[in-house]
């Protein structure tokens, strides 16, 4: 689930609190094959059928919601197989070759369940684990904290160290696993990763503005106050900062991605040796080839250190090869190639691949030792 999605679905259920009208929540704990959405994926359903979010292109969507009008009234969860295959017998009708299960369950107001929602709500990294067989009960996985219980003290410990594993991944991400016998589901959630954007042009607003749409937390950081203007970077948190301040007052941590943008040789010079001082997921820089060699014998001729790990960090030229030419369409090059590499893909065509379309070829970008 993206950041924006969980906030719709958050604001859904508050405002149906308020309204006094119950609501279940229907998320994807099982795929086999290829389906529309991952592990995780849900959509909140009001008791009147309606729904905020998607599970699929829409086809799904009436389906799961007359199962959970079901399970409000009746307020028991259910686990429900969905075939996608479009020539099943009982299919949806949705094309993707592949089946899910999905769980369905009535939003209460136990304290688990608020404790959840507040999490939610303030992006705190928390996992809550639901079983789907063999175990009772929920558990809410905090990083130094917990709430509620499977039923067993031993159970508990096991699922403690899967979530907290999960939390502590590049990407974590939702899933099942069997635990002492129990089948259980790890719903993760975990703050927006942050898109750090070195220069405030305007080519770094629709980098800025798709950035937060799909979910990241995005600061802009330039020496030029004027150019920071909230009007142009509505959803981002700018820092003034000369080069001389990134240290104490620019956050980057291993979650982080780096984009350099500064389109002037001393600022991107210096905000390629900051960036390569964090421990910063991803740095990539605007312009050619040859540009980012003079950025590096630069910084060679200063005295840096570039040793060869540091520097094969750095996406340059950044981006994906679409033929890329207008800021908008730059932004989305570049996007398209932090989801990939944030999520173990490696940024080809789509045609041809027999694997899963949300399956990495590879998981070792999912997780930093």
Not at 124 to 136: F, M, Q, S
Not at 192 to 212: H, K, T
Request: charged share 25%; glycine share 8%; aromatic share 6%.
């Amino acid at each position: 689930m993206s950041p924006r999605e969980t906030e719709r679905i958050v604001a859904a259920i508050r405002d149906a609190r308020i309204e006094r009208r119950r609501t279940a929540l229907a998320t994807v704990v099982r795929v086999r094959g290829s389906a529309y959405r991952r592990e995780g994926a849900r959509i909140l359903v009001r008791e009147d059928g309606s729904y905020e979010c998607l599970l699929s292109g829409g086809c799904l969507e009436p389906a799961v919601a007359e199962a959970a009008t079901g399970v409000i009234a009746s307020g028991e969860p259910r686990i429900i197989p969905y075939d996608l295959e479009e020539d099943s017998v009982w299919s949806v009708g949705i094309g993707c070759s592949g089946a899910v299960d999905i769980l369905i369950e009535r939003v209460g107001d136990d304290p688990v369940m608020t404790r959840w929602l507040d999490a939610l709500e303030r992006s705190e990294p928390a996992v809550l684990v639901k079983p789907l067989a063999g175990a009772v009960g929920r558990l809410l996985v905090f990083e130094r904290d917990l709430a509620g219980t499977l039923g067993d003290p031993r159970l508990d410990d096991e699922a403690v160290l899967q979530a907290r594993a999960r939390l502590g991944a590049i990407l974590p991400d939702s899933g099942t696993a069997i635990v002492n016998a129990a089948e259980l589901f790890f719903e993760v959630n975990a703050p927006p990763p942050p898109l750090v954007i070195f220069g405030a042009n305007s080519d770094a607003e629709p980098l800025a503005r798709y950035g937060w749409d799909l979910g990241f937390a995005v600061t802009v950081v330039d020496v030029r106050e004027a150019f920071l203007d909230p009007n142009r970077f509505p959803h981002a948190t700018l820092v003034s900062a000369h080069f001389s301040q990134f240290t104490e007052k620019v956050d980057v941590d291993a979650r982080s991605f780096v984009v350099i943008m500064n389109h002037h040789l001393e600022r991107d010079r210096e905000s390629l040796r900051f960036a390569l001082g964090t421990p910063a997921f991803y740095v990539g820089a605007l312009g050619p080839t040859s540009r980012f060699r003079k950025l590096v014998r630069a910084l060679e001729d200063d005295g840096a250190n570039l040793d060869a790990a540091r520097l094969a960090r750095v996406r340059s030229p950044v981006g994906l090869g679409v033929g890329a030419e207008t800021p908008e369409e730059i932004a989305m090059s570049i996007l398209a190639e932090m989801l990939a590499l944030q999520r173990g893909f490696d940024g080809g065509f789509l045609r041809g691949r027999d694997a899963g379309l949300h399956r990495p070829r590879s998981s070792s970008a999912l997780a930093r030792s």
